[in-house]
């Protein structure tokens, strides 16, 4: 029964893993090439109020963008790394954000985490074969 399960579980795993990662990638080239500036502009972290975007490392930067995935994404939450996120971006109305500006964040880092646990289930479902 089991064997049955993970032999179509597992191909479905492999491509939704596929299908976020290319997910992730589109958006992000996208964000980052075409909508970097807009974005910042419209979302305004308070980072941004004390150095240029282009001092920052990459890290930092992403950072910044993943604040203004959890803001539009959750924006009634007040715990953990998604609530802060809120208090810092407290001022940005998530409604009022049009949806050029939304697309590629909720595509690049929701694709990043939903693809991460495709890729845990995957990797569950290859372990429970060799068994």
């Known amino acids: 029964m089991l064997t ?4 179509y579980a597992l191909p479905l795993a492999f491509t939704i ?5 290319l997910t992730c990638l589109v958006s992000g080239l996208v964000l980052f090439l075409f909508r970097r500036r807009a974005t910042n502009e419209a979302m305004r972290h308070p980072y941004l109020d004390h150095q240029v975007w282009d001092r920052y490392p990459l890290p ?3 950072a910044i963008m993943m ?3 959890f ?7 007040q715990f953990w790394v998604i609530g802060n996120a809120n208090r810092l971006l407290a001022h940005v109305n998530p409604s009022e954000i049009s949806s050029r500006i939304k697309w590629p964040l909720i595509g690049m880092w929701g694709g990043c985490f939903v693809g991460i646990i495709a890729m845990m289930l995957l990797w569950a479902f290859i372990l429970l074969t060799m068994a």
């Open 60 to 62: 930092i930067r992403l």
């Open 71 to 77: 803001r539009l994404s959750f924006p009634n939450t």
């Open 67 to 69: 604040d203004y995935f």
């Open 4 to 7: 049955t399960f993970i032999q």
């Open 17 to 21: 893993m596929v299908a976020c990662v």
